[in-house]
């Protein structure tokens, strides 16, 4: 391995070591992806820079994407070394293609958490939606009383209240209009 190195100028030895220092990375990295360890811990970043795109998942200043760039930008530098007649040609097009690679996996990942989907109860998902009474529910706001809902495939019990003038037995149907101080507030369907 020395006799590889040893025949090479230092600028491209830089670049090999690179690429094959983020090629090592990367590859630990993706088996720890696989087995579900966490291969970005002991990096934080504690600035108020706010980059990572609001309620995007991706940050920009990642140990992924360092090595997602690294990985561009070193074996560009090895494979193209000698196809430019200039070595600060080749390191701006290795720069170019490692933010090509930071682009790539951001644009990789965005899709995948389009995959995702968030099945996670919140009671303002209730609004609009019809339920069953399951308890009586006082009229005027009087008291209160129960309904069955569904929500995103799971059925919930949640507390309601009504402003109409009549009860509302146990078995009618109700329409969900607002949420006033975490209870359902219902008006009866016609039926």
């Known amino acids: 391995m020395k006799e590889f190195f040893s025949s090479m100028d230092a600028a491209q030895q830089f670049y090999w070591y690179v690429a094959i220092g983020a090629s090592v990375i990367f590859i630990i990295q993706t088996i720890m992806t ?11 970043a504690d600035f108020d820079g706010n980059l990572d795109g609001g309620d995007s998942p991706f940050q920009l200043f990642s140990l992924r994407n360092l090595v997602c760039f690294l ?7 090895a494979a193209m070394y000698g196809s430019f007649d200039s070595k600060i040609l080749l390191g701006v097009v290795a720069l170019l293609v490692g933010c090509l690679f930071v682009f790539l996996f951001f644009m990789v990942m965005r899709t995948l958490m389009k995959l995702s989907e968030d099945n996670s109860f919140k009671i303002e998902d209730t609004i609009g939606k019809t339920a069953d009474v399951y308890m009586n529910i006082p009229a005027e706001k009087k008291g209160k009383g129960k309904i069955f809902i569904s929500v995103k495939g799971s059925t919930h019990e949640l507390p309601a209240i009504t402003n109409s003038t009549e009860p509302i037995k146990s078995g009618a149907l109700v329409k969900v209009e607002a949420l006033e101080g975490g ?7 016609n039926q």
């Open 71 to 77: 990985l561009g930008f070193g074996w560009t530098g």
């Open 34 to 44: 696989f087995i579900g360890a966490d291969s970005d811990t002991g990096v934080d």
């Open 183 to 189: 209870i359902l507030l219902v008006t009866p369907l």
